[in-house]
């Protein structure tokens, strides 16, 4: 049965058998994305794409005629249930989420039960997902289900949390060996889930060690192992009399009396209220107002949300873009605020307000919202801020507020961005580093060519993702990064005209041919810049031709790849400095295909193309060849050993403050009294003595 589904799928683009005609969908109408699934589990989803107003959407159970191996004709008769498959549809604008669930239990039999699976290939059906209008298919979802029985549980489920021993005073896992809940792992003696009847039959092959449950072995340097185990003679002066409780394989987890531990003096505390700055902002320092608050501008987090409660780091630029609508837009903190400028001094915000004319970089309407009268209001699209900073203080605060209106059911790309100008600069052309480069800012580009100033940028995608409306962004020193938008195409497109276009988007990016080696490298100066290398894509001409096909186009340098090789060149005043000492531009290429629903209609089909940096950092010398003592005694080097001699008499050093010196003195001289009495009544010394 399964062959011959895969053998009708391979057919689904074949004409139908004559005898029953079928109206073919009108280009507009939805597809479902993918149309094809391989179902291996209780739940799958795809995608209607397109207009799916007045759209039913209907399941079947269809049986493939295992003579001809074609499916049965498209029809409308199907429902959101049908037997034990459900269908659950979410509406979107111009997507609509499509999840088919099977109702029923997966878990195998143990028993005359019914509600279970007989063998383990639990559920084998061809299902087909119908969208209609009307009585016309629209378009059609096949869904092959080959779903297995649940069997790795066989008992029933408990929402009782599992309880966690108190790993202070004992272990937290007895029994290492018992990885499976429910069930007796063979060869796991401590397995509370083994009857007596089932260790009968690996008694003799139990698991030993840690593994097996001896989680507090005894250790080699306990007394009561010396009888056991073949000991030096010195043994006896410094091996362990301790409890078996008390093992290194438990470490801190020991069971038994413990003693309240004083806090070490290096611990920092947790600091609620933050501290009112008087002697100036370090470097990342958070800015604060007036009211020993922090100075906050939203900016967006780990996880790529915004939020609004984000500190301004000082001499951190940033430029971040949030998405919001009428309902969850919020205001920002106010511009009355006073800002502290380091040193107690108040600055006031100097602010700007604008109007936007042209909306279109900020909001993105829905394609089928409605003529009628709609919510609108003034709200803020964007916010830019300049701080002019001198030494440790800030001097002035100019923001520039641009507003516009925003009406319910449009989506609004704010922009927020930070830049620290310094007071002595002439213009706000801001340097990457003094001399190397800072993590983080731009690097320096030029081309000498036309004497222009630039900089590497990468794609910043908005609203759609699409290539014609993507903004860019310059390219960060130290940070790696990956960006992309999406191409149309269409199907009659020329495989020569489109290289064409696609290199003439990455060429945006890269419009410089020489890049700064520092932060504060001279444009006009050729000794501080580095050439950029330059690998052009393959010569489509030199390669295999596909045939003149429509749809398929070879050789398509679809990614673009930036490579930024690095190195420490120096210190100034403690913190490395970086440079850059080479770039090159490669080119990936792909073979596109224009991609086709049920029908293939006369549209747009997306190509993504991406463009790549990668910072390599390498040494800027060669690392100091190990010496042949190094390389063959290894047992003296302490980052290859547990055991680091060199560093044997470091409690007695000044460094280490663990112990009063007077205390780490005296045990000192009894240990080295030790050492003496164990080589006097050592083997040599006693036979120079009976002799």
């Known amino acids: 049965m399964i062959t011959a589904v895969l053998w009708a799928l391979l057919l689904l683009g074949s004409e139908r058998p004559a005898g029953r005609a079928q109206t073919p969908a009108s280009p507009g109408n939805p597809v479902f994305q993918p149309s094809f699934i391989h179902m291996s589990g209780p739940t799958v989803s795809s995608f209607l794409v397109g207009n799916s107003t007045d759209v039913v959407l209907g399941v079947n159970v269809i049986h493939v005629n295992t003579e001809t191996g074609m499916l049965p004709l498209l029809h409308c008769s199907g429902s959101n249930r049908y037997g034990e498959w459900s269908l659950n549809v979410s509406h979107g604008m111009n997507v609509s989420k499509v999840t088919l669930t099977l109702m029923r239990n997966l878990q195998l039999c143990l028993s005359n039960a019914t509600d279970c699976c007989i063998e383990p290939l639990c559920v084998v059906e061809t299902l087909q997902v119908s969208a209609c209008r009307g009585s016309t298919v629209l378009a059609n979802l096949l869904i092959q289900a080959e779903i297995y029985a649940n069997s790795s549980f066989t008992g029933n489920v408990s929402e009782n949390a599992t309880v966690i021993p108190n790993q202070v005073f004992q272990p937290l896992g007895s029994c290492p060996c018992n990885l499976t809940a429910g069930i007796c792992d063979i060869r796991c003696c401590c397995d509370l889930e083994c009857t007596p009847d089932l260790k009968q039959l690996f008694s003799g092959s139990c698991f030993t060690g840690v593994f097996g449950g001896n989680v507090n072995p005894p250790f080699d340097q306990l007394c009561s192992v010396q009888t056991t185990n073949s000991a030096p003679d010195w043994f006896p002066f410094l091996c362990v009399q301790s409890s078996l409780n008390n093992t290194p394989f438990l470490g801190y987890f020991y069971h038994g009396s413990v003693s309240s531990s004083l806090v070490s003096s290096f611990k920092i505390p947790l600091q609620t209220v933050p501290e009112k700055p008087l002697s100036g902002y370090k470097q990342g320092d958070p800015i604060m107002t007036t009211e020993n608050e922090y100075f906050t501008i939203r900016q967006r987090s780990m996880a790529g949300q915004c ?157 759609n993702g699409l290539c014609t409306s993507a903004t860019f962004t310059p390219v960060l020193f130290g940070l790696n990064s990956l960006s992309g938008c999406i191409l149309e195409v269409n199907i009659n497109e020329d495989c020569g ?72 060149v120096g210190a100034v ?119």
């Open 573 to 691: 005043e403690g913190i490395a400095q970086e440079e850059i000492l080479g770039v090159q531009i490669s080119f990936s290429t792909v073979i596109w295909q224009f991609h086709c629903g049920i029908i293939c209609e006369n549209k747009s089909s997306p190509l993504p193309i991406t463009a790549s940096v990668q910072f390599i950092k390498v040494p800027a010398q060669p690392p100091i060849p190990m010496t042949r003592f190094q390389i063959n005694y290894t047992e003296y080097d302490c980052n290859r050993n547990e055991v680091c001699w060199p560093q044997l008499f470091y409690p007695l050093t000044w460094y280490y403050t663990g112990e009063p010196y007077s205390q780490r003195l005296a045990k000192g001289l009894i240990l080295a009294f030790f050492f003496l009495l164990a080589a006097v009544l050592s083997n040599p010394w006693s036979r120079i003595l009976k002799v």
């Open 307 to 463: 939020v609004g409660n984000t500190p301004v780091a000082f001499l951190q630029n940033f430029d971040v873009k949030c998405v919001t609508s009428l309902s969850a837009y919020k205001e920002g903190l106010s511009h009355n605020v006073v800002i502290n400028s380091g040193t107690g001094d108040t600055i006031q915000q100097n602010v700007i307000y604008g109007n936007v004319t042209d909306v279109r970089n900020f909001i993105t309407k829905p394609e089928d919202i409605q003529n009628t009268e709609v919510l609108c209001i003034n709200v803020t699209f964007a916010e830019y801020y300049m701080f002019i900073w001198k030494g440790k203080t800030i001097e002035e605060i100019n923001v520039t507020v641009l507003i516009g209106e925003l009406c319910d059911g449009e989506i609004l790309t704010q922009r927020f961005s930070v830049n620290f100008v310094s007071f002595n600069s002439t213009n706000t052309t801001e340097l990457s580093g003094n001399p190397g480069y800072q993590v983080g800012k731009p690097v320096r580009a030029v081309n000498i060519s036309s004497d222009t100033v630039t900089t590497l940028k990468l794609w910043q995608p908005v609203g």
């Open 497 to 568: 005209q489109l290289r064409e276009d696609v290199t003439d988007r990455f060429n945006s990016l890269i419009q410089a041919t020489h890049v700064g080696k520092r932060g504060n490298s001279s444009y006009s100066d050729l000794n501080d810049l580095v050439e950029i290398i330059r690998l052009d894509p393959p010569n489509p001409s030199a390669n295999a031709s596909i045939g003149n096909l429509n749809g398929i186009c070879s050789d398509i340098p679809a990614n673009l790849n930036i490579h930024i090789i690095t190195a420490d």
